[in-house]
């Protein structure tokens, strides 16, 4: 845990801009990885289905019903 937090302290700007380095790092080496990209693309194929589902179903299910 932060030192200034558990004094009762406040975060500081420049934890806060560590927090966004940290983010862009994580973001860098998700993308830049191969092989953390190849895992990454299989999850957003999988979202992008899901969601599409989860759409046409909305859209036309009605059409489908028996």
């Known amino acids: 845990m932060h030192k200034d937090i558990q ?3 406040e975060i ?3 934890d806060k801009v560590i927090s ?3 983010m ?3 973001w ?3 993308v830049h990885d191969p ?3 190849d895992l990454n693309m299989k999850l957003l ?3 992008g289905l899901f969601a599409g589902s989860i ?3 909305r859209q036309y299910g009605d059409m489908m019903a028996i």
């Open 55 to 57: 759409v046409l179903m």
């Open 12 to 14: 500081s700007m420049a």
């Open 28 to 30: 860098h080496s998700q």
């Open 45 to 47: 194929r999988a979202l």
């Open 7 to 9: 004094k009762g302290g």
């Open 35 to 37: 092989e953390k990209w």
């Open 20 to 22: 966004v380095e940290n």
């Open 24 to 26: 862009k790092a994580f």
